[in-house]
């Protein structure tokens, strides 16, 4: 006799109860985190260097250069006054030369030949000793050993306001009213009387003017033959002197 089985006593049935997961389920399980790993060290012979980056200027390109010419222009407006301007030395006229020296920051030397062009009027320059630079721009004369007066041809000095490159005839005409040579300039010479001296053997010069200060001196105007500008100054504080036998003129 054979014995059937009914099979569906043994299909599983579906169960009605629901799973529920726990995050705490596997609490009791070891969790293997590699925390107890060295972290790995990774070394390179590379030189590499990142590049610093370049700000760029937010400037218009107009800028720099008008900053630069601005720069300049003030520098000039320092400097090149003081290079201009005039070394009034009508004062440095009774001075040793070696005060003149300190002054104006030049070296003095004896210079023999100087006296001749002084243009003494009675051509006789017995104790007269002229110290002159090496460019003979610039001369402090002695006589007798003692400080007499300075003759210059360099236009960076003055004497009174009056410079070399003067105009000859504007310089007598202006002082014709005011009997004061120079007065344009805002200084001046006075004078009372003035000669004009003329050297029949010298073609150097047109002319030589004497003025007669009222300060007892005498300032000395020799003038180009060509252009009538003062080409040299001389003052001498005592003139008596200097004009010995021009007053038979």
Known sequence: ???????????????????VYS???NDD?????????????????STYTRPTPVRQSSLPGWVIPTIIVVIIAIAAGIILPKKLAKHEVSSLAKLPKESIEQTLGITLTE???????????????TGFTAYTTDGKDFA????NG?????????NKYELYGIKIGDSESHLITSSMDT????????????????LEFLRN?????????????????ILVLHSNNTSHRIVNIQYYPNRTRYIRGVETF
Not at 14 to 19: G, I
């Open 1 to 19: 006799m054979k014995l059937q089985l009914d099979s569906s006593e043994y299909q599983e049935q579906p169960s009605n109860e629901k799973t």
């Open 23 to 25: 995050p705490h389920a």
């Open 29 to 45: 399980i070891p969790v293997n985190d590699f925390s107890d790993l060295e972290e790995p060290t990774f070394r390179t012979n």
């Open 111 to 125: 210079d023999p030949d100087y006296v001749k062009t002084l243009g003494i009027p009675d051509g006789d320059t």
């Open 140 to 143: 402090c004369v002695y006589y």
């Open 146 to 154: 003692q400080p007499y007066g300075i003759s210059f041809t360099n």
């Open 179 to 194: 009997y004061v040579l120079g007065a344009d300039s805002g200084i001046g010479y006075p004078y009372t009387q003035w």
């Open 201 to 217: 053997e010298s073609l150097q010069y047109s002319s030589e003017y004497f003025f007669y200060g009222s300060d007892g001196g």
